[in-house]
């Protein structure tokens, strides 16, 4: 057989059948539910009079819109408490296992799904929510959905997908002091552009990806829909198998074994092809930011911003002229030094158990900058917990960091925690779109350590002059 | 899902590139537990002013724009999160066929799962429909979706291309689980022979 990628090998051990315009029916082995792209699945379902054929390969949960404060009040919002009321009603209805809102495993999806096991190397796994690539860290082919697709899942347990082409991102190298995953990704997205890796699988690949530990890879991955593609993917190795040995959903004893054998065959084969390679040099990669409104403005956190005059293609000098007005920022300006007013730590991009002690450990003996709001938003029940066992809550709330409940939150501003008009944030999720984190708010993306440097300062500064 | 064969209507040109869905339609719109009502919201940054009063200058707020079946824009359309919100948005608002150099992946199949028929053509094409477009309400454009054409207001032709099943689930007006669940057969046989290779996948169940 000729050789093949990670990708490759996942699709086709996935293939029901290939129909004529070579559409493959391709068998999902786990399906994750939350409240908002589910209900008018669930309601499909129902008016068709169909089953949900796999309650056994699902797992439901609310994230997107819950509060992340006292939770043991009744939600606020009218809509959100109806979208989660709705979920509740459909799991019991459908017999899907789901952890509830006052579950300590409540959490972010895409963290909840690796942290219990349920995500595991060589599955397929899909979601309805654009970020499922972050599972892909597993070594597994993961990737969002929409709502038809939800409900196609839930009755036939396939989607119906043609195959993606390969792509491979290559870092090699060792980064320097204060540069993590999320600076590599935000590099990678800088260099290839928000339609790079359009059509494509990316499978992550080269020394500086091997070194990072698995919350790193989930970061890479999570973000490899801004950089345009369906999926990212890890090859699973010693760290990823140390990583799901005694996970709760994981095989246990002897089955885990003959699990670790058969992952241990995913890893890309020499000489696979590979439609486009990109390299870059872990070296060259220094703390970086984005200055504008779509993920692809990245610059180093020691750049200026850039200058639409100088830019050749009228759309395009338009466009940065707009992001320019929107961010309220001046053409060559210098970015750091900018004040900003909201620093959120949070979102399936930066929520775990890593990236809190990687913003704990800014955070130290320091106190946030006065007028600056900051907040520490854990990825899971889970995650908050071992934190607090850690006593890293302690030293937020020291610093005088807010310390909340698990969740989307301002990652997308769906439940209370919304910036006002005007705000400038400086937040370590994965979109930076005109109002993403509420109308009128402006958002820098960056790493966990960036964010809690801008919150102890006050503005944007190199997390380098802190360490 | 209504078939989708010969559309005739009016045009919109939105000349921007990567258009997200978050402009097309906003998270905090996401709340619903329906797929219709959405279309009051569509764009609703671009159409709306802070105060919630009409943006005149936006075109979808401009007669005959109003009542655009057809909207044209540049590439990336629908980058961005993968809610099929976007999609619902547009067909409550009332368009039918999205024309753009290139979509995101997740749009684009998005649009074809709600029976919008989403069409690529290069920029310099999109261009030349754009101008047609903005010639007002007596320039419709056709799409022939059997023929695979586009046609003009002065009558010429534009072909393009479009998956042969995602055509025919279009014109027939066929969900897809319809389709999938005809080879029911074919799952479980990979469902038996799978638990038999690897039977150390777990299932989920909650004590
Ligand atoms: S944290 Fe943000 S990106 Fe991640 S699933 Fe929630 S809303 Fe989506």
Redesign the interface.
């Known amino acids: 057989m000729a050789p093949r990628t990670l990708f490759d090998k996942i699709w086709d051990s996935h293939v029901?059948?290939t129909?004529?315009?070579k559409?493959a029916?391709l068998?999902i082995?786990?399906h994750l539910v939350h409240e908002?792209?589910s209900?008018?699945a669930f309601?499909g379902l129902r008016l068709?009079g169909?089953r949900l054929r796999h309650p056994?390969?699902?797992?439901a949960v609310v994230d997107h819109?819950v509060p992340t404060s006292d939770r043991t009040q009744p939600i606020a919002?009218a809509?959100?408490r109806?979208?989660i009321e709705?979920l509740e009603r459909n799991v019991k209805e459908f017999g899907v296992?789901?952890f509830p809102l006052l579950s300590a495993r409540q959490g972010i999806v895409h963290v909840v799904g690796p942290e219990q096991?349920?995500s595991?190397p060589g599955?397929t796994i899909v979601c309805?929510?654009?970020h499922t690539s972050t599972h892909g860290a597993m070594g597994a082919l993961a990737f969002?959905?929409?709502?038809?697709?939800v409900?196609?899942v839930m009755?036939?347990?396939?989607i119906?997908q043609k195959p993606a082409k390969n792509m491979k991102v290559v870092v090699e190298g060792q980064v320097g002091p204060g540069v993590t995953a999320k600076d590599i990704m935000l590099a990678i997205i800088g260099h290839i552009g928000?339609?790079g890796g359009?059509?494509h699988v990316i499978e992550f690949a080269g020394s500086a990806i091997r070194d990072l530990d698995m919350a790193g890879r989930m970061t890479l991955c999570n973000m490899s829909i801004e950089a345009?593609a369906?999926a990212g993917l890890v090859a699973p190795d010693e760290t990823t198998f140390e990583y799901v040995r005694g996970r709760p959903?994981?095989?246990k004893g002897e089955?885990?074994d003959?699990?670790v054998a058969?992952w241990k065959t995913l890893a890309s084969d020499e000489g696979a092809h590979y439609d486009r390679v990109v390299e870059l040099r872990a070296e060259d990669i220094t703390p970086v930011l984005t200055w504008g409104t779509?993920p692809e403005t990245v610059i180093p956190v020691t750049g200026n911003v850039p200058d639409p005059a100088k830019e050749t293609d009228p759309?395009?000098r338009k466009?940065m002229q707009r992001m320019l007005d929107y961010m309220g920022l001046e053409a060559g300006q210098k970015i750091a030094g900018t004040p900003v007013d909201v620093v959120f730590i949070g979102s399936c991009t930066n929520s775990r158990i890593e990236d809190l002690r990687a913003a704990a450990s800014i955070a130290a003996g320091r106190k946030v900058a006065p007028g600056v709001r900051a907040m520490i938003v854990p990825g899971s029940g889970i995650v908050k917990a071992q934190a607090e066992e850690e006593g890293l809550d302690k030293v937020f709330l020291e610093a005088g960091f807010e310390w909340r409940e698990a969740g989307c939150s301002m990652c997308?501003?769906?439940n209370p925690d919304r910036l006002t008009?005007g705000q400038r944030c400086a937040s370590t999720s994965n979109?930076n779109?005109?109002?993403?984190q509420g109308?009128g708010g402006r958002t820098h993306l960056l790493s966990p350590a960036m964010a809690a440097a801008a919150a102890v300062t006050g503005c944007l500064t190199d997390v380098r002059e802190l360490i | 899902m209504d078939k989708f064969t010969v559309l005739t209507g009016i045009a919109a040109a939105l000349p921007e590139e990567n258009i997200d869905t978050d402009k097309i339609i906003p998270a905090r719109f996401l709340k619903t537990t329906k797929r219709s009502g959405l279309g009051v919201n569509a764009f609703d940054s671009m159409r709306y002013r802070a105060d919630g009063s009409e943006n005149p200058d936006f075109v979808l707020n401009q007669e005959p724009y109003r009542k655009a079946q057809i909207l044209i824009t540049f590439d990336n359309l629908g980058c961005g999160s993968s809610r099929e919100h976007a999609p619902w948005a547009l067909l409550d608002f009332g368009i039918r066929c999205v024309i753009a150099p290139s979509f995101a992946d997740i749009f684009h199949n998005n649009c074809f799962k709600n029976g919008i028929l989403p069409i690529v053509l290069p920029r310099p094409v999109c261009e030349q429909l754009m101008a047609d477009a903005r010639m007002g309400g007596n320039a419709r454009l056709t799409i022939d979706l059997p023929r695979q054409v586009v046609i003009r207001p002065d009558g010429s032709e534009v072909p393009f291309e479009v998956d042969p099943l995602r055509k025919k689930l279009l014109l027939e007006g066929l969900d897809d689980i319809g389709q999938t669940l005809q080879h029911e057969k074919a799952i479980e046989t990979f469902e038996t022979e799978r638990a038999q290779a690897q039977p150390w996948i777990p299932r989920i169940v909650l004590d």
């Open positions: 029901v059948e129909l004529p315009d559409t029916i068998y082995d786990r908002v792209t209900p008018q309601e068709s169909r056994d390969a699902t797992i819109n919002e809509e959100s109806n979208q709705t296992p789901y096991g349920i595991l599955m309805g929510d654009s969002g959905i929409g709502t038809s697709e409900e196609h009755a036939t347990q396939t119906l928000t339609a359009t059509g345009g369906r959903f994981a095989p089955a885990f003959e699990a058969y779509s759309a395009r466009q997308l501003g769906m008009p979109r779109f005109e109002g993403r109308p």
